[in-house]
């Protein structure tokens, strides 16, 4: 793998990265995504809630789990619970509601600077991400592999991929920004 392909393959895995941490972040919709990261004691272990059921959002402030075994209700209840997502699950009859309630003004500005934060975060990854690769590239030339005009093309080049992925990063941050502070 060239410098080059292995510098965009980082660059593309940090800004899955981000996306994912993007899902995350509560909106004022009901987001599958928030339940990620929930882990639900079951069958003397410790699961995924992913792994134990369907979660969908059939109204837009409104998640439901409907769980593979409906022996695991309470227990995913729980774990939804412990999670600290200031939401309370329901469970009724083999399935789990979560109404999502309206996040007031504070919460949205407070959940719009966590996302900025990560966005910053991302920034920085990539920008790291250009500087090794940069330290590669001399390297080689230094060796004697490449010759310095191969060199000042593939600098050129990994600074276009930085830009393109930090472009990509600011564009998913203003969209999740205005999808948060939506009312």
């Known amino acids: 793998m060239t410098v080059l392909e292995e510098t965009k393959a980082k660059m593309q895995a940090a800004l899955e990265h981000f996306k994912q941490e993007l899902r995350n972040l509560r909106s004022n919709r009901a987001n599958p995504g928030m339940l990620d990261n929930v882990q639900v004691e079951v069958y003397g272990e410790t699961m995924r809630l992913k792994e134990l059921g369907n979660i ?3 109204e837009s402030r409104q998640l439901l ?32 509601r979560i109404n999502i ?12 600077k966590q996302a900025k934060e990560k966005a910053e975060g991302a920034k920085i990854v990539v920008r790291e991400i250009r500087r ?27 600074q276009e991929l930085t830009d393109q992925f930090c472009k990509e990063i600011d ?8 999808e948060i502070l939506t009312v």
Do not use: Y
């Open 56 to 58: 969908t959002s059939p």
């Open 65 to 96: 789990v409907t769980p593979f075994d409906p022996q695991t209700v309470s227990a995913i209840a729980k774990g939804i619970e412990r999670a600290n997502l200031n939401v309370q699950p329901i469970a009724e009859r083999g399935i789990i």
């Open 132 to 158: 090794k690769s940069n330290e590669q590239i001399h390297k080689l030339e230094a060796d004697g592999i490449d010759t310095e005009d191969t060199m000042k093309k593939n600098e050129k080049k990994v």
């Open 171 to 178: 564009a998913l941050f203003v969209h999740k920004e205005k």
């Open 101 to 112: 309630p309206p996040m007031d003004e504070s919460t949205r500005k407070q959940t719009a």
